[in-house]
């Protein structure tokens, strides 16, 4: 969980040891609860709101891993979506969300099929191409600079 903490503070100082702390605990549950690597889940976030908890966009996507609501995505936080708002809440349902499209995506996407590579490789519904590689280049850093505390279980991430 060390790692983690450190790959929250190193992305985000402004943070503040207790609230990077905090962050790390629930993005540390959050991904080995969905066998996802924590280290995605923190450059998603950087990549996605850049840390606000306060993030929102026009597309009715919130919070730090920007949650997607609609009635296929999410559909029980309709009408409640500023719950995402809470760090907690966020990461639960964004590491949650991003798992159930990785898993769709290996299951109906040959690899190289899908028409932007992001949404297979990530598991997630990409706005586009560049968001892609800002979230790759970001977790392959990270990786490289805390790789031998990365657990071996997310080395084929």
């Known amino acids: 969980m060390g790692y983690v903490l450190a ?42 709101s850049s840390w606000n908890t306060r993030a929102r966009s026009v ?34 349902y964004g590491v949650r969300t991003f798992a159930m499209w990785r898993r769709w995506h290996r299951d109906h996407c040959p690899a190289g099929k899908h028409p932007a590579w992001g949404h297979y490789q990530w598991g997630y519904k990409v706005r586009n191409l560049e968001w892609s590689e800002k979230v790759r280049k970001l977790y392959h850093g990270l990786r490289d600079r805390f790789r031998r505390h990365t657990l071996v279980a997310f080395e084929g991430v």
Do not use: C, F
């Open 7 to 48: 790959a929250v503070l190193w992305l985000a100082p402004q943070l503040g040891l207790e609230t990077a702390r905090s962050y790390a605990v629930i993005i540390h549950k959050e991904a080995r609860r969905h066998h996802v690597d924590p280290l995605l889940v923190a450059a998603i976030i950087h990549v996605e």
């Open 59 to 92: 597309t009715a996507d919130w919070g730090l891993m920007q949650v997607h609501v609609s009635a296929t995505t999410n559909p029980g936080l309709r009408g409640r979506e500023a719950v995402l708002l809470k760090p907690a809440v966020g990461i639960r």
